[in-house]
Nanobody, 123 residues
Framework: EAHLEESGVGSVQAGGSLKLTCTTS????????MVWFRQRPGKEREGVAG???????HYSDAVKDRFTVSKDSAKKILYLQMNDLKPEDTAMYYC?????????????????WGRGTQVTVSS
């Protein structure tokens, strides 16, 4: 069974940058979607950025043009470069991986999750 682990916990001021890394072990299929979700205080978990099985990147409107998702396909590592961070980006960030439909990369019902990593952005 696949295991996912996020790293890159950090606190920054608004306008700063952070990079998150998701390392994996166990079986991660070559065509799997690999996705970053976040859960803000008092909110449901939401998909923010991911790489579909065809290699295409997907972003939510909230992070588009500020975050960049990338994947090392050989090592099955997922990255999230976050720039121009805002206080509303404060959240626990989780990664997940599984097969998904191309139009459901950020909304599929993923079952396997890492423990998450906290990102705090102060104003």
């Amino acid at each position: 069974e696949a295991h996912l682990e996020e790293s890159g916990v950090g606190s920054v001021q608004a306008g700063g940058s952070l990079k998150l890394t998701c390392t994996t072990s166990g079986f991660i299929g070559d065509s799997y979607c690999m996705v970053w979700f976040r859960q803000r205080p008092g909110k449901e978990r939401e998909g923010v950025a991911g790489v579909g099985g065809n290699g295409r990147a997907h972003y939510s409107d909230a992070v588009k043009d500020r975050f960049t998702v990338s994947k090392d396909s050989a090592k099955k590592i997922l990255y999230l470069q976050m720039n121009d961070l805002k206080p509303e980006d404060t959240a626990m960030y989780y990664c997940t991986a599984d097969w998904c439909w191309p139009d459901q990369v950020l909304t599929a019902d993923y079952k396997r999750w890492g423990r998450g990593t906290q990102v705090t952005v102060s104003s």
